[in-house]
């Protein structure tokens, strides 16, 4: 966890080998007197942190959200077009909603009833025209039984309230009768349609629950971490609905921030309550176990909250449009969830200190009367590593690139209809289109010819006869003239790669050749060249944020353990951990395995994922690495310290890993695809993280190194500053050094 783990107060017992002692008069640091203030005001930090909550939560109440779905990004062909449509008056500037129409007997039969449904949807609020298939015969299949009706709305999906686009699926189910079949698709019909109860979040707090009652076997001692975390999060929701008017926040960030923040924060609190628990069985009373804790756990917490943050933030140098939002909103909550852990947590175990201390302390007794050792299992685990370093490595190298190799073929992009469940009225509508039109028409590429009506008439015959089209529509001017647009139906859906080989062919080759005959300027927009666009920008500009983060986070992990090669090791096995968790995606829902739907993977997921596991990792090295620190500079013995280290903190490194992976599994019981992407991928990142990597790869690793775990260069270690996050002088005890966090 951090230094001066696990010594005994001053009239308590001699502390168990390995363990050492501690001066009797050792000075408080400064996380120690944080702690020291909120067991004195246990009341009143409660009661501001009862306060905040309440008013966060009166406050983004009266406010309401003011979320934004925006992946612009200005520069690329998508954009460019959108912009002309939008500055020239182009109808193609807004969004619509298909209402798709089937009847064995041809669409004609009900007729009289179908206008009638689309007449009532004309008059409803957000709608500004409705077009009839009956009108425009390229509206109905070849052999009449498919039709679709075209609904435009007043603005973009997003800023359609979801209450309009929810009547104007109810008035079309209202005309379903014999034969006739009405479904109803389009993105703003996709974001209204019910996501389901919050069951994610209750699995996960359920899931929690056990595995902290089972960790301490007590309810009380269980439920200070897990409070600890609710206040935290119901905190950091509030402040992001209101931080939405302020920033661009995507819709799909509360769930997100709810379960990472739920993940992190009872991690945080574990950590330090763990710590807690250690003091209280060496015989420390409540107040000072709270201080020995927050001075030791607390710069753990304190350096690993910075480490994800600057992840985070490091997303925001991306510059993807609503992606810097949810990164600045995951930033927000891990810092409320490391404030609420330093400040209201110590709070918390000074009120319930005493009910706590009795029953660690009955626990330590009988399990101290069957001659049992604290941590003798993981002891067992690290000797038979270091007797076989080099085996373990190999194996546990081995099934990690196994599940990493995949992750080379993944492909990025957004889900469509077509990846929502089959019972939806989204993805009925996207199969009935693909049925009667073919399977490019849910994803039309819209190409824009920037000149006269001549040049968009030609743009248009051009685009019909090449290769991988399957048809053109005329060229549509645009209220001035300036504009023509040409509607191109791939032969290919959406999401497949000859679509996408599609949209360069026509930008590469076509729109060119083009240009030079018509003296028109083409583009290649709409969404599905949008979400191309946006997938390509992510691949692109990720090297250099991994860049980023890795350089920052082993700079600092080098001036707090002074060496060189216990950061490069776990920027490697962070890196490997993330690879792991991507491939595992890719199986699951590139590939389809277990019956998944297959398709792209969300293009803004990999660099998210990577901003908040590679930062957790960090969690769990700092924690583990620092105890074996402690030890290697108390006894000088590397293979003890690895030893005792592992002994010391697997098994809090276990169950902290377990709650992360339930907490984030919960996201698989999600309907939305992208939480289920999201939540596998953490899953699997922390369960490789917590077993694979730290129970045996950096203890083999660390044997291997031996004493040159340790070193740094001497010329550099002059000139590096030390790092002390106000670690006392005279806390630890003689002859025993510990690293500066």
């Known amino acids: ?58 406050g983004s109440t009266a406010a309401g959200s003011a979320y934004e779905n925006n992946f612009a990004l200005p520069g690329t062909d998508s954009q460019t077009a959108t912009d002309l449509f939008t500055e020239h008056g182009s109808d193609q500037a807004g969004d619509s909603v298909e209402i798709v129409l089937k009847d064995s007997q ?7 009833a179908v206008e009638k449904m689309l007449a009532k949807v004309a008059q409803l609020p957000g709608v500004a025209e409705v077009r009839s298939p009956y009108v425009h015969a390229s509206a109905v299949s070849e052999d009449g039984t498919i039709g679709y009706a075209t609904v435009t709305l007043n603005g973009k999906a997003e800023a359609v309230p979801k209450e309009d686009v929810a009547k104007i699926i109810d008035i079309a189910n209202g005309a379903v009768s014999g034969d006739l079949q009405v479904e109803v698709g389009g993105e703003a019909v996709r974001a209204a349609q019910e996501k389901g109860s919050p069951t994610a ?179 067992a685990l690290a000797s038979a590593v270091q007797r076989r370093p080099l085996p373990a490595l190999v194996a546990a190298t081995i099934t990690l690139l196994a599940l990493s190799a995949p992750a080379l073929g993944m492909r990025l992009g957004f889900a469509d209809a077509g990846n929502d469940p089959k019972t939806t009225t989204s993805r009925q509508a996207y199969d009935l289109l693909a049925e009667g039109f073919g399977p490019g028409f849910n994803g039309p590429l819209v190409v824009l010819a920037q000149g006269d009506v001549a040049a968009g008439k030609t743009v248009s015959s051009a685009l019909a006869k090449t290769e991988g089209v399957a048809a053109a529509s005329p060229a549509v001017p645009s209220e001035d003239g300036a504009l023509s647009t040409v509607f191109v139906y791939p032969t290919t859906s959406p999401q497949d790669k000859g679509t996408a080989d ?34 390509e920008t992510v691949s692109k500009r990720m090297p250099l944020f991994i860049a980023v983060v890795v350089g920052l986070s082993s700079l600092l992990l080098m001036l707090v353990f ?51 596991v590679f930062g957790l990792s960090m969690d769990y090295e700092v924690f583990l690495v620092g105890r074996m620190h402690e ?39 999600s309907a939305d695809r992208m939480l289920q992407e999201f939540g596998l991928g953490l899953a699997v990142a922390i369960l490789m993280d917590a077993l694979v990597i730290r129970c045996l790869m950096v203890p083999a690793i660390m044997q291997l190194f ?36």
Not at 106 to 112: F, L
Not at 578 to 598: D, E, K, R, W, Y
């Open 1 to 58: 966890m951090s230094p001066n783990r696990g010594a005994p107060a001053p009239l308590a017992p001699p502390a168990p080998p390995g363990r050492g002692g501690r001066r009797a008069t050792a000075r408080v640091g400064r996380f120690g007197a944080v702690a020291g203030w909120a067991q004195r005001h246990r009341w009143g930090a409660l009661l501001i942190w009862v306060a905040v909550l309440a008013a966060v939560t009166l």
């Open 106 to 112: 041809g669409i004609d039969q009900p007729k009289a």
């Open 201 to 379: 979040e209750l699995a996960g707090i359920a899931a929690a629950v056990i595995i902290l009652g089972l960790l301490f076997g007590s309810l009380v001692a269980a439920a200070v971490p897990l409070l600890t975390a609710l206040f935290a999060v119901g905190s950091a929701l509030g402040l992001i609905v209101l931080a939405s008017h302020v920033f661009t926040v995507a819709d799909f960030t509360p769930p997100i921030t709810m379960l990472v923040g739920l993940g992190v924060g009872i991690d945080y609190a574990l950590l330090i309550f763990y710590r807690y628990r250690q003091e209280l069985t060496d015989g420390a009373e409540p107040a000072e176990a709270g201080r020995k804790a927050l001075d030791a756990a607390g710069r753990t917490v304190f350096f690993a909250g910075c480490t994800v943050i600057i992840a985070l933030l490091g997303l925001v140098a991306l510059g993807l449009g609503s992606l810097q939002g949810v990164a600045l909103a995951l930033a927000l909550t891990v810092l409320t969830t490391m404030a609420a852990s330093l400040v209201l947590l110590p709070a918390l175990l000074a009120l319930f200190g005493k009910r706590i201390q009795r029953h660690v302390l009955k626990h330590a007794a009988k399990t101290a009367a069957k001659g049992k050792a604290e941590g003798r299992r993981w002891r």
């Open 502 to 535: 599609l949209v360069h062919h026509l930008r590469d080759d076509v729109a060119p050749e083009l240009e030079r005959d018509t003296g028109a300027k083409v583009l290649v927009g709409g969404a599905t060249a949008a979400s191309q666009d946006f997938s």
């Open 562 to 612: 002074r060496s060189i090669l216990i950061p490069v090791k776990a920027a490697l096995l962070n890196l490997i951990s993330i690879t792991a968790a991507l491939g595992a995606m890719t199986l699951v829902f590139q590939h389809g395995l277990f019956g998944v739907q297959p398709g792209p993977i969300e293009a803004f997921l990999p660099v998210l994922i990577f901003a908040i």
């Open 631 to 669: 030890e290697w500079e108390r006894t000088k013995d590397h293979s003890l310290a690895v030893r005792e280290g592992l002994a010391s903190t697997g098994k809090v490194i276990t169950a902290a890993g377990a709650i992360m992976i339930v907490v984030f599994g919960a996201f698989m019981l």
């Open 706 to 741: 031996g004493k040159w775990a340790w070193w740094l260069p001497a010329p550099l270690a002059r000139r590096l500053p030390k790092v002390t996050l106000e670690a006392p002088a005279d806390s630890p005890p003689a002859g025993r050094g510990s690293p500066a966090l």
